[in-house]
């Protein structure tokens, strides 16, 4: 799988493939959705023009021109990494496609930024995404981090305990 770094051109398309991905009825086409969470937007053209700005790589995985899959990466260290926002399009979910987006993320990290190690989060209600990644290596790491709801306010939280799992694998 050949990922490519987002620009600000494929912004507003990124953002769309996330909405779909993470938020609504169109989420629910896939399994690895926020929707019975948080009803708010999950991100912005402006917050992934951030994210671009301050050095996080936004990769995507296009198909017939159109952006099917993304991941962001965030150099945390000398040699580790957070992997975040994993997203493919709803349709494709269940194909094999977030696997291998996974495992070329993990490459990316390792063989690009040097990473040994990678970094995640995980909704703890989301039990069914947490055993998607423990079947591919990462464990927790016994840390717990609430739902930032002051920061995110406009996320439109279903639950007033909502926390991430933290998981890492060794690259």
Known sequence: ??????GAGDLPELRALVEQA??????RAGW???ADLLTGPRTSVEELQGFLDSGDRLLIWRDSGSI???VRLVPLGSDRVY??????????QGSGLGKRLLAAAEAYAREVLGAGEM?????????????????RGYRPTGERRPFPYEEWPQA??????????VLEKAL
Do not use: I
């Open 119 to 135: 970094e995640m989060q995980v909704f703890s209600r989301r039990r069914e995404l947490l055993s998607f990644y423990e079947r």
């Open 32 to 34: 690895s959705h926020e």
């Open 22 to 27: 993470y938020r609504g009825e169109t989420a």
């Open 83 to 92: 992997l975040g926002m994993l997203t493919v399009d709803p349709a494709s």
């Open 68 to 70: 099917r899959a993304c």
């Open 1 to 6: 799988m050949r990922l490519e770094q987002a």
């Open 156 to 165: 439109g939280a279903l639950f007033e305990d909502l926390e991430f799992v």
